[in-house]
Nanobody, 115 residues
Framework: QVLLVESGGGLVQAGGSLRLSCAAS????????MAWYRQAPGNERDLVAS???????YYADSVRGRFSISRDNAKNTMYLQMNSLKPEDTGVYYC?????????WGQGTQVTVSS
């Protein structure tokens, strides 16, 4: 079973940057396409960016050009570099598989962008 722990969130002003990390336990992390998801208050959890096991990436239109997803399979870790942050990027960020079957969801990490 893969356990996921997100970290790196915080409070930042608009235009600032944050780097999120997702640490995974278990051997199946490296063979799965993984993704970052964002859940804003009152909204559903939406996919923000994904990365395949070999590094192919996808970005939602709202973050393309500002966010960069990467992974280090040797360290069982995935990252999300977020630049030029906007207030609408505020939410709880989760990592998980890019498609079902999903791993158990972690606690997420809160990102708050002030205007």
């Amino acid at each position: 079973q893969v356990l996921l722990v997100e970290s790196g969130g915080g409070l930042v002003q608009a235009g600032g940057s944050l780097r999120l990390s997702c640490a995974a336990s278990g051997s199946r992390f490296s063979i799965r396409s993984m993704a970052w998801y964002r859940q804003a208050p009152g909204n559903e959890r939406d996919l923000v960016a994904s990365i395949s096991s070999v590094g192919n990436t996808y970005y939602a239109d709202s973050v393309r050009g500002r966010f960069s997803i990467s992974r280090d399979n040797a360290k069982n870790t995935m990252y999300l570099q977020m630049n030029s942050l906007k207030p609408e990027d505020t939410g709880v960020y989760y990592c998980n598989a890019a498609r079902a079957p999903f791993f158990p969801w972690g606690q997420g990490t809160q990102v708050t962008v002030s205007s």
